[in-house]
């Protein structure tokens, strides 16, 4: 899988748009974008994922780059409740010979403040 | 509700007695995982199942056991526990085993062998 680097750490004002970058250089073809957040020693949590579409949920939206060097998750309005570890993770799908393995680093810690 | 649950959620042992933590999904999920979690590691795979009675070893599965003779279920086994095994331990389960599909977490447990 391909290696990510993101910042270790973000704050960012309650309301307002929280943007997470993630870089992803060495990413493959038919390698997706999947983000997870661990709020403070709780089980990792789903996101989104992509491959390069841009892609939005209930939760966030997913802006990948024309060239899928790198990543932008945007939390459109921040609460207090979104301050966690932000992981990104670039993989292959286990049918391609992935595995379904998800390896996190070390993520960025977002705080969002009053 | 749909969960991945785990128990105990926290345990403190001693070295070499044997421990079980259990793990249960109510999703009907083919595969299931463990993972630990250790500060400045990030999380790394112990042992994963496709489904029942299929099984594989993560990438740090030495000191472990894990079966899965029910879909839902998914024990993971310390028979000689020793102090390095302390660490945050996470269940994850997802649909099916293609990779594209979210895991879900179990909310941890937090063991400690002394």
């Known amino acids: 899988d391909a290696k990510t680097t993101q910042p270790p750490s973000m704050d960012c004002a309650e309301g307002r748009a929280a943007n997470l970058p993630c870089n992803h250089s060495?990413?493959?073809?038919?390698?997706?974008v999947y983000w997870y957040r661990q709020i403070h020693s709780q089980g990792p949590q789903y996101i989104i994922h992509g491959l390069k579409n841009n892609e939005t949920n209930e939760m966030a939206s997913l802006i990948i780059t024309e060239d899928r060097k790198s990543s932008t998750l945007i939390l459109p309005h921040a609460t207090l409740r979104d301050t966690a570890v932000y992981y990104c993770?670039?993989?292959?799908?286990?049918?391609?010979?992935?595995?379904?393995?998800?390896?996190f680093g070390t993520g960025t810690q977002l705080k969002v403040e009053l | 509700e749909a969960q991945v649950t785990q128990n105990p959620r926290y345990l403190i042992t001693v070295t070499g007695k044997k421990l079980t933590v259990t793990c249960s999904q109510n999703m009907n999920h083919e595969y299931m995982s463990w993972y630990r979690q250790d500060p400045g590691l990030g999380l790394r795979q112990i042992y994963y199942?496709?489904?029942?009675?299929?099984?594989d070893k993560g990438d740090v599965p030495e000191g472990y056991k894990v079966s899965r003779k029910e879909k839902r279920n998914f024990p993971l086994i310390l028979e000689s526990p020793s102090p390095n095994q302390t660490s945050l331990y996470f269940c994850?389960?997802?649909?099916?085993?293609?990779?594209?599909?979210?895991?879900?977490f179990g909310p941890g447990t937090r063991l400690t062998v002394l």
């Open positions: 060495t990413i493959s073809g038919n390698e997706y």
């Open positions: 994850a389960s997802s649909f099916e085993t293609s990779g594209l599909n979210e895991q879900f």
């Open positions: 199942s496709m489904n029942v009675e299929v099984t």
């Open positions: 993770i670039v993989r292959l799908p286990a049918i391609t010979g992935g595995g379904n393995k998800l390896t």
